[in-house]
């Protein structure tokens, strides 16, 4: 990447590491929302770097939470929406049964919602805002 960030960013990015631990348990979250963020483009590893780079750029202070995780394939290609990118994963289930990948949570507080959102619409990224029962259920295994 050629470009560098101007000013501090105002994403505060967490990596969740600890074998078997539930990241969302036990945290108070009642004033946030949490939505979890994919990029199901077809976008090269280079575009979807840049992208990245400009969700740091995002102008309202929120967290960005990297959670390491191993699923099913075939329950993953269910829950993609792009027809290309499942079509891919559906060849990848026929190679391999289990499949780690990072799920990528941005938290934010309730009154900068809107704006989060039209931030990631805008860089092209996928979103779904997850319940707290959901939450509760992701677990770091890598």
């Not at 309202?60 to 891919?88: F, G, Q, Y």
């Not at 941005?106 to 959901?134: H, R």
């Amino acid at each position: 990447m050629t470009s560098h960030l101007h000013q501090a960013s105002k994403l505060d990015i967490q990596v969740f590491d600890e074998q078997g631990s539930f990241p969302f348990k036990e945290k108070n979250l009642s004033s946030k929302r949490i939505y979890e963020i994919h990029d199901e483009t077809l976008r090269t590893p280079l575009e979807k770097a840049e992208v990245f780079e400009q969700l740091l750029n995002i102008p309202n202070e929120c967290e960005l939470w990297i959670v390491p995780v191993t699923t099913e394939t075939s329950a993953l290609t269910k829950s993609i929406k792009e027809e290309k990118t499942s079509a891919l994963f559906d060849m990848l289930a026929s190679i391999r049964d289990k499949m780690q990948f990072d799920r990528t949570f941005i938290v934010a507080e309730n009154n900068l919602c809107d704006n989060v959102c039209s931030q990631l619409k805008e860089l092209g990224y996928t979103f779904t805002e997850k319940t707290e029962e959901e939450l509760q259920q992701v677990q770091v295994e890598f």
